[in-house]
């Protein structure tokens, strides 16, 4: 079975700085991918960044990007020159293509920027 | 594009009666569509998964005959909850995998808050 984790329920950093957010993944599949999304107070989910698991290449979208470490199982999401408007819940997750079709989330880390 | 939409966005009913939530894919087609349940501050907890034209497949322990899920067409999927009582006063959110984009991402609509009084 699949699961994720994310072992930081709540975390802050200053408007301008960096902070990267922690996930854990498991499973015996190798064809896979990862996601990170953002829900913000609206709470409407809002995909940020996405990895395929046969790519050694990390994934970047203008602000964010993440260390992909197959070997280790962990998919961590950093947030560099971080905004006010990025205050959200962040949520890890994996679909395995080809298996349940399913997207495993884990229960999500709470980051909030001060200006 | 691969945008979803839900309606209504929030409903307030009676404890005992029935109420339909919808989730179109507006500029895509979705041949699976899935039914989340969000508390607060909680994760996203999936429901059931819909795909168009057949019967929908309930996560252990999400009662069938309480939330009706109907996926008509490859754009809409409805959630009825039916006798609805304040324990079901919740965030339910639906997502659509895009076929055409080979399905490995969901977009997500923008929820619908139930309040059952």
């Known amino acids: 079975a699949q699961t994720v984790t994310q072992s930081q329920p709540e975390m802050s950093v200053q408007e301008a700085e960096t902070v990267t957010l922690s996930c854990t993944y498991d499973?015996?599949?190798?064809?896979?991918?990862l996601f990170w999304y953002k829900q913000p107070p609206s709470r409407q989910m809002i995909l940020v960044i996405r990895?395929?698991?046969?790519?050694?290449q990390n994934a970047t979208e203008n602000r964010f990007s993440v260390n992909f470490q197959k070997a280790a199982k962990s998919f961590s999401l950093k947030i560099s020159d971080s905004q006010l408007g990025d205050t959200a819940m962040y949520f890890c997750?994996?679909?395995?293509?080809?298996?349940?079709?399913?997207?495993?989330f884990g229960k999500g880390t709470k980051l909030t920027v001060n200006p | 594009g691969a945008v979803v939409s839900q309606h209504p966005s929030w409903v307030i009913c009676k404890s005992g009666t029935s109420v339909k939530i919808e989730c179109r894919s507006l500029d895509f087609q979705a041949t699976t569509m899935f039914w989340y349940r969000q508390f607060p501050k909680k994760s996203l907890m999936l429901m059931a998964t819909?795909?168009?034209?057949?019967?929908?497949?309930?996560e252990q322990g999400v009662e069938k005959d309480k939330f009706l899920i109907n996926h008509a067409s490859l754009t809409l999927s409805t959630l009825t909850v039916t006798s609805a009582h304040p324990e079901d006063s919740s965030f339910y959110i639906c997502?659509?995998?895009?076929?055409?984009?080979?399905?490995?991402?969901?977009?997500f609509g923008p929820g619908t808050r139930l309040t059952v009084t």
């Open positions: 990895q395929e698991a046969y790519k050694q």
């Open positions: 499973t015996s599949e190798s064809n896979y991918y």
């Open positions: 997502s659509a995998r895009d076929r055409l984009a080979g399905g490995r991402e969901q977009y």
């Open positions: 819909s795909n168009e034209g057949s019967k929908a497949t309930y």
């Open positions: 997750a994996s679909y395995h293509q080809g298996g349940s079709e399913k997207l495993v």
